[in-house]
């Protein structure tokens, strides 16, 4: 069984500021992890995702997230964010493609917000 | 430019009435997906389309039914809709590299 944990809930910062998402997932197997950001009103966007190799991953609008096999963990961080970052954030776990399932195991989000 | 349209984007319906959701993909992915998304329930997989005719049940596919007759458009079907239906409906699809699936703006629907 695949599960994904976002510990907060929320988080707030101020503009400028540096951040970090928390992910932390459990799966017996090979596995992709990924991140992807929801802005109030729309669909989820893909921001990157990770399978092997340099465990520091980079996405699109400056964000990174680093794997880490010993915590069980895939964070997501920006150095300084700006008001458009404002959204949820979903981390979320899949298997290998051709394992029989194609399917992405999402964690609750974590609502990420400015403070004004 | 890739992407995953949805229509329509808003529905209200009485209970009891058919319900069809409709979704569009232009990057002929084989895969596609049908989430509903709920306060504090997060994403819930409903079905998923392996491709065309090859459908299998998510989470929580009581109520629902799909179809899937062309790789590029999905549908979701609710026969006699709930009240307990009302939700803001996702549709997806995935290129199958593992990790990635692109999603539609969704359908907002409400069962009166």
């Known amino acids: 069984t695949q599960t994904v944990s976002q510990s907060d809930a929320h988080v707030t910062v101020f503009e400028g500021d540096s951040v970090e998402l928390r992910c932390n997932y459990s799966?017996?197997?090979?596995?992709?992890l990924s991140w992807y950001i929801q802005h109030h009103g729309h669909g989820l966007q893909f921001l990157l995702k990770y399978y092997s190799g340099n465990p520091v991953v980079q996405g699109v609008n400056g964000f990174e997230a680093e794997f880490s096999k010993s915590d069980s963990s895939f964070h997501l961080r920006k150095a300084s964010v700006h008001w458009s970052d404002s959204a949820v954030y979903f981390c979320?776990?899949?298997?290998?493609?051709?394992?029989?399932?194609?399917?992405?195991?999402f964690g609750k989000g974590t609502k990420f917000s400015l403070i004004p | 430019d890739m992407k995953v349209t949805q229509m329509p984007r808003y529905l209200i319906k009485r209970m009891g009435e058919n319900v069809l959701l409709e979704c569009g993909q232009d990057?002929?992915?084989?895969?596609m997906y049908w989430y509903r998304q709920d306060p504090g329930l997060g994403l819930q997989l409903i079905y998923i389309?392996?491709?065309?005719?090859?459908?299998s049940e998510g989470d929580i596919p009581k109520g629902y039914r799909v179809s899937r007759k062309k790789r590029e458009h999905f549908s979701l079907i609710l026969d006699s809709a709930k009240t307990n239906q009302t939700s803001v409906y996702f549709c997806a699809s995935s290129p199958g590299t593992g990790g990635e699936q692109y999603f539609g703006p969704g359908t907002r629907l409400t069962v009166l």
């Open positions: 979320a776990v899949s298997p290998l493609p051709g394992t029989g399932s194609n399917r992405l195991t």
């Open positions: 799966y017996g197997g090979s596995i992709y």
């Open positions: 990057m002929s992915h084989e895969t």
């Open positions: 389309s392996y491709d065309v005719d090859s459908n």
